[in-house]
């Protein structure tokens, strides 16, 4: 089959366009034929060898795809050949072809583009599990988003203001912030511009923010923290600035917060009951036209490597995918 070789651990330009040896599906797995796959930044730290798991080499990248099931491994249930589903992979997705656990596998409903579901997983999936399993946001609070034009940081902006929070979004840019604003954002921040922690105490009285929604890391973290409210709660989400920042605890324990980690892929692994419930939620919302997913950029497979390239340049709006002739 057609795939994206990583044969050593090193830049995205290193990557191969070739053939690979085409998956069987085992016991409890599907083989799904690829339509689209998402693009994500952890693919580009895991094809440098940075991110916290390593794949053993050589292998596919991709870690989530949308498609048609082609093949059911043994004791597989409730699926059948031809189903469109979408898929948590953690690898793989960038190929003609990917086995994946059936308890990462969700079926999309008629009337859903393929290739938008291609990018919903991990996106979606972590806001969603952040914002509703981490965090127990309830209507009336008030969520800070920082690298709120981003593919993770949009989607909290909407799924937020869809579980009845009032939603500032940050950003660095007034581009970027203009699609917070479209996917539902009360109030902007340009942190490029303004002084995060002075426009969080005047937008909320001096009271600060229930929840900080982080995939940012680096110094804005610390500033998140001391701008939140009694009782906050500090989402862990990523370090997309390239520092891990070393939150001081004492910042925590005088107002009573918590700084709350969350990494969707393992939660998949650990609760897939739980996880599941809310994947199918956030198609349904998909399917009803309640949530709009923000495509940034569109590429061939073949043009993987390029797809990562932009996202390496942090100027992504959206979600960024690779396309396969399926696809058309």
């Not at 085409?22 to 016991?27: H, I, M, S, V, Y």
């Not at 048609?68 to 031809?82: D, Q």
């Not at 990917?98 to 393929?114: E, F, K, N």
């Not at 920042?245 to 897939?272: E, T």
């Amino acid at each position: 089959m057609k795939a994206i070789i990583c044969e050593n651990f090193a830049t995205v330009g290193d990557l191969k366009y070739g053939v690979f040896p085409a998956p069987e599906p085992g016991p409890g797995e599907l083989l799904i034929n690829v339509t689209a796959a998402g693009v994500n930044y952890p693919d580009v730290l895991i094809v440098q060898g940075k991110y916290q798991t390593k794949p053993a080499l050589p292998f596919v990248p991709g870690s989530e795809a949308a498609g048609h099931v082609a093949a059911l491994g043994e004791g597989v249930e409730g699926f059948a050949v031809g189903d469109r589903v979408i898929a948590f992979t953690g690898s793989g997705a960038f190929a003609e072809q990917v086995r994946v656990p059936a308890t990462q596998v969700w079926p999309v409903p008629a009337g859903v583009d393929l290739a938008v579901a291609a990018g919903i997983a991990i996106t979606y999936g972590t806001s969603c599990h952040a914002l509703k399993d981490r965090a127990a946001l309830q209507p009336g609070e008030t969520l800070l988003v920082l690298g709120a034009g981003g593919g993770v940081g949009l989607t909290a902006v909407e799924l937020g203001k869809h579980m009845g929070a009032r939603v500032i979004a940050a950003a660095s840019s007034p581009e970027k912030l203009a699609l917070a604003r479209a996917q539902g954002a009360d109030e902007l921040i340009d942190y490029a511009q303004e002084d995060l922690r002075e426009r969080v105490k005047a937008l909320t009285g001096g009271k600060g923010v229930d929840i900080v929604y982080d995939p940012v890391g680096g110094p804005m973290s610390i500033t998140a923290v001391k701008s939140l409210a009694w009782g906050g709660r500090h989402l862990v989400i990523g370090f997309a600035g390239g520092e891990i920042p070393a939150i001081p605890a004492n910042l925590l324990l005088l107002k009573s917060a918590a700084a709350v980690g969350v990494l969707w892929g393992n939660s998949v692994r650990a609760d897939p009951v739980r996880q599941g419930a809310n994947m199918r939620q956030i198609l349904d919302w998909l399917a009803q036209g309640a949530l709009k997913p923000v495509i940034d950029a569109r590429f061939p497979l073949s043009d993987a490597a390029d797809a990562l390239h932009h996202l390496e340049k942090r100027k992504v709006k959206g979600k960024v995918l690779l396309t396969l002739a399926s696809a058309f």
